[in-house]
T-cell receptor, first 112, second 111 residues
Framework: RKEVEQDPGPFNVPEGATVAFNCTYS??????FFWYRQDCRKEPKLLMS???SGNEDGRFTAQLNRASQYISLLIRDSKLSDSATYLCVRRNSGAGSYQLTFGKGTKLSVIP | DAGVIQSPRHEVTEMGQEVTLRCKPISGHNSLFWYRQTMMRGLELLIY????????DSGMPEDRFSAKMPNASFSTLKIQPSEPRDSAVYFC?????????FGSGTRLTVV
């Protein structure tokens, strides 16, 4: 089983819609989680960190459920510019904490 | 800061040829990573350097792959001989204890 699993999509949603992505992870020693965004033919860029208490950044809300080993990203009032691939990422704790493990990504297309 | 700089942006080469990918990390960052991205496998860590020293090369696929970091401002990833299955986007990233900053990547096609 892959360490970080995501629904690959694609998710095709109209402008203004709310869309949610889910991610599960298999390593309970994982300590930190992130969402990265990758535009077509570009490099991944950090979108936001994910905290157990949940955190919000404008239209974006991230949630972490350690008991279920589940992470989510909610995008409200989606814009055309949100079209991208969203990568779920975990960082190990302890000696392996230098390494980020990436999911394969969920592709979002926001349609006019 | 110009960010992480990779070259070349695109490389097309014939099977059996040597390929060298280059990376200049962000000045002051002490960690450097080489990742490979394919549709099938996503982003995979190939090798990690800390203070120019290779710490984890367990992701390097086989002996055809080698990486060096002769100083804090330069790293290379070499494939010799190259094979069609090496076709992928190769990203370099640097870090100073926190999040990664990725370069724009090198799109390698081996024909």
């Amino acid at each position: 089983r892959k360490e970080v699993e995501q629904d690959p999509g694609p998710f095709n949603v109209p402008e203004g819609a709310t869309v949610a992505f889910n991610c599960t992870y298999s390593n309970s020693a994982s300590q930190s989680f992130f969402w990265y965004r990758q535009d077509c033919r570009k490099e991944p860029k950090l979108l936001m960190s994910v905290y157990s208490s949940g955190n919000e950044d404008g239209r974006f809300t991230a949630q972490l459920n350690r008991a279920s080993q589940y992470i989510s990203l909610l995008i409200r009032d989606s814009k055309l510019s949100d079209s991208a691939t969203y990568l779920c990422v975990r960082r190990n704790s302890g000696a392996g904490s230098y390494q980020l493990t990436f999911g394969k990504g969920t592709k979002l297309s926001v349609i006019p | 800061d110009a960010g992480v700089i990779q070259s070349p942006r695109h490389e097309v080469t014939e099977m059996g040829q040597e390929v060298t990918l280059r990376c200049k990390p962000i000045s002051g960052h002490n960690s450097l990573f080489w990742y490979r991205q394919t549709m099938m496998r996503g982003l995979e860590l190939l090798i990690y350097f800390n203070n120019n020293v290779p710490i984890d090369d367990s992701g390097m696929p086989e002996d055809r792959f080698s990486a060096k970091m002769p100083n804090a401002s330069f790293s290379t990833l070499k494939i010799q001989p190259s094979e069609p299955r090496d076709s992928a986007v190769y990203f370099c990233a640097s870090s100073l204890g926190g999040g990664y900053t990725f370069g724009s990547g090198t799109r390698l096609t081996v024909v």
